[in-house]
């Protein structure tokens, strides 16, 4: 028997399609989570090289998954965010003050390291 509160959704509650919470979930959430793990503290002992080719690898796996849908302005997003995760561990690994834009720039980034450069 059911209790009062209910387990079972009312007739009027919208239930989001599986497709579309899992895009927006994986472009908003997951795939930043691994950007940051990448990124982060953890990471500095490695090749600048290791870790770029690490982070191009997820990236590329991911954009080249939701390439198909209409996900532009979530992709610029995604863009932004990688650029600045990556100078700041650039920053960080080198010691250098302030958040590494001008340190290194974005042609920096994927000129000569070699970042994957995010179709918007």
């Not at 509160?5 to 989001?16: F, L, N």
């Not at 691994?34 to 080719?53: F, H, N, W």
């Not at 982070?55 to 590329?60: A, G, I, Q």
């Not at 690994?93 to 834009?101: A, D, E, S, V």
């Amino acid at each position: 028997m059911l209790s009062d509160a209910g387990s079972i959704p009312a007739a009027s509650t919208k239930i989001r399609s599986e497709s579309t919470m899992s895009k927006r979930f994986f472009i908003n959430f997951k795939l930043p989570i691994s950007i940051k793990r990448l990124t982060g503290r953890t990471t500095l002992a490695l090749p600048t090289d290791t870790a770029i080719r690490r982070l191009n690898d997820v990236v590329r796996g991911w954009v080249g998954y939701f390439r198909y849908g209409h996900c532009s302005s979530d992709m610029s997003k995604l863009k932004r965010y990688l650029e600045e995760r990556v100078q700041i561990y650039l920053r960080n690994k080198h010691g250098k003050r302030g958040r590494g834009f001008m340190v290194y720039p974005y042609h920096h980034l994927y000129d000569n390291l070699g970042l994957y450069k995010i179709p918007t």
